[in-house]
């Protein structure tokens, strides 16, 4: 199975490289033409508001809005959370706009801006996940369709709607599979 990670910034090679790990094929995505070549798509970690400008510069947001809109399954962790989300807190930055989430930019403040904590995620099971955010974003608000994985508090951090899956955190940096290998399961939907 051939799975895309989105290539114009930001962790792609950690993404492919636990792909690999998980027995499937990444394939970096650089132009729309390739979405038809992949089971699923991962958009990494990077600044969203550069990496929605390229999307549209490369003529790839509206064919991905779509193709996630009919069931096409995406994978965003950090930035690629951000560009899922419907809303974003005081931002008009291009994005997906996909998942029925409100999401809060730079939410940990400067302080923890980055961190790394024990995280349940239900739904993958224990042992917990060791988790790292990176100037993380995390999900204020989520509709009745989504189905919240993970929190922090009133945070939360990892969700599901349906073909969708976002987390706030980085599981490409911790050499645990797990939620790569759950994503690979809504890939062979
Ligand atoms: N703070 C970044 C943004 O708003 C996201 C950080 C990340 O992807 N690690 O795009």
Not at 66 to 84: E, H, R, S, V
Not at 138 to 153: E, K, M, N, S, Y
Request: glycine letters at 10%.
């Amino acid at each position: 199975m051939k799975i895309g990670v989105l290539a114009l910034q930001g962790a792609v090679r950690e993404h492919s490289n636990a792909i690999r790990a998980c027995g499937a094929e990444p394939v970096e995505v650089r132009y729309p033409e390739q979405f038809a070549e992949v089971a699923g798509l991962i958009i990494p970690g990077g600044e969203s508001t550069t990496v929605g400008k390229l999307l549209i510069r490369y003529q790839m947001l509206e064919p991905l809005a779509k193709l996630g809109g009919a069931g096409f399954p995406i994978f965003g962790t950090c930035t690629g959370l951000i560009l899922l989300a419907r809303e974003i807190i005081g931002s008009d930055q291009p994005r997906l706009g996909l998942m029925d989430i409100t999401v809060n930019r730079n939410a940990f403040g400067r302080q923890i801006a980055s961190f790394e904590a024990d995280l349940p995620v239900t739904e993958i099971g224990p042992p917990d996940f060791h988790t790292i955010f990176i100037r993380a974003p995390f999900i204020t608000a989520a509709g009745p369709g989504v189905q919240v994985l993970a929190r922090l508090d009133e945070k939360i951090l990892m969700a599901r709607q349906g073909n969708l899956l976002a987390a706030a955190f980085h599981p490409e940096l911790t050499g645990d599979l797990r939620i790569h290998q759950y994503f690979l399961k809504l890939c062979r939907k």
